[in-house]
């Protein structure tokens, strides 16, 4: 994957593309949709992407909603508006089509804590256990599973595997540590976690809760297991709006990523909704990665069809495998 990412840059810089800068008079929302239907492109966009980002997206929505989206799309071109992770998900799924990431930097820090060469070896000491691994993370830890989940059907998919049978679950130790007292499940956890989640502070979400007695404290199953304590829903990105939109109270304190307030809005123009502050002053509970990519950037690379996501085709034959048996059994649960 490396090689890759090396050699989209090595390309963009020939063509002048990191320096470029966008005529401001340009109507950016205007030229994108002509570039939509000029190159038969579809735009997807993760939740956590800017308003204006959600705004020009065909799809938005979390891991699962969105790989689903990219295995049955037909369009020529999937412009992925998220992180590397998930353009790389599109692209296992989607070989003969080309994925573009507006910024190829759109890293993750769940995904970069389990180096596929680490996790292999730590994978040897458990020979008897399976691996179900969270969908963020890269094709390499793809490639070393056996069942991708993601945190909307991560109970179902841990509830399919026989209870016998022992099991890893990675990257992520706070979804892991969760899933274990949902399930009943005693899995051996990989020590992975999302920056973004874990910086949360219980202290200043509980004063906010002083001051806004009547809102409810809804939660990612990322955030740490004192967090999640107090929460009064726990859910993926796309099951906190759905509860959103069901429940009955006006304000909420939202504990993951603020970018999800967008839809929130959007869905509920009458209620409140208040990001849940970080243990610090900084805006650190702004996915830094998921905010690389901007309007200006998923326009050019629209217009230059770059930077592009390229895989080995042996490993995305690997990965797509745990992809597979996922999409099976939400598809026989009803997910
Ligand atoms: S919010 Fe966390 S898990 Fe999601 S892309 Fe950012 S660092 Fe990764």
């Not at 735009?43 to 891991?63: K, N, T, W």
């Not at 599109?90 to 573009?100: F, G, M, N, T």
């Not at 759905?242 to 990523?257: C, H, L, M, P």
């Amino acid at each position: 994957m490396f090689m890759a990412l090396t050699e989209a840059k090595k390309n963009l810089q020939k063509k002048g593309f990191l320096d470029m800068e966008v005529d401001v008079k340009l109507d950016l929302f205007a030229e994108i949709e002509r570039l939509k239907k000029e190159k038969n492109a579809i735009i997807l966009a993760h939740y956590y992407q800017e308003p204006d980002i959600q705004d020009v997206a065909d799809y938005i929505g979390d891991s699962l909603g969105l790989s689903q989206q990219a295995a049955k799309t037909d369009a020529d071109i999937i412009v992925f508006a998220g992180v590397h992770f998930m353009a790389e998900t599109a692209k296992i799924l989607s070989p003969q089509k080309k994925v573009l990431l507006p910024d190829l930097k759109a890293g993750c820090s769940l995904a970069d804590s389990a180096p596929p060469e680490l996790f292999a070896k730590f994978r040897e000491k458990y020979p008897d256990h399976i691996v179900i691994s969270y969908i963020n993370c890269s094709a390499g830890i793809k490639a070393l599973s056996d069942i991708i989940c993601t945190s909307s059907n991560a109970e179902k998919i841990i509830e399919s595997v026989p209870k016998d049978q022992p099991i890893i679950f990675a990257p992520d130790r706070n979804l892991g540590s969760y899933l274990i007292k949902k399930t009943g499940r005693d899995m051996v956890l990989w020590n992975g976690a999302c920056m973004v989640h874990e910086i949360f502070s219980l202290e200043k979400i509980t004063k906010l809760k002083v001051r806004h007695p009547d809102a409810k404290i809804i939660a990612h199953p990322e955030c740490e297991a004192a967090v999640l304590q107090v929460a009064d829903f726990i859910g993926s990105t796309t099951g906190l709006l759905k509860f959103t939109q069901r429940d009955s109270a006006q304000e909420y304190i939202v504990v993951t990523e603020t970018g999800i307030l967008h839809q929130m809005q959007k869905e509920n123009p009458g209620k409140t909704f208040i990001p849940a502050p970080p243990n610090n002053a900084c805006a650190c509970n702004d996915c830094p990665h998921m905010k690389l990519n901007t309007l200006e950037k998923l326009y050019l690379c629209m217009e230059y069809e770059e930077p592009e996501i390229t895989m080995d085709e042996e490993l995305r034959i690997a990965a797509k495998k745990p992809i597979d048996r996922m999409l099976d059994i939400s598809a026989k649960a009803g997910l």
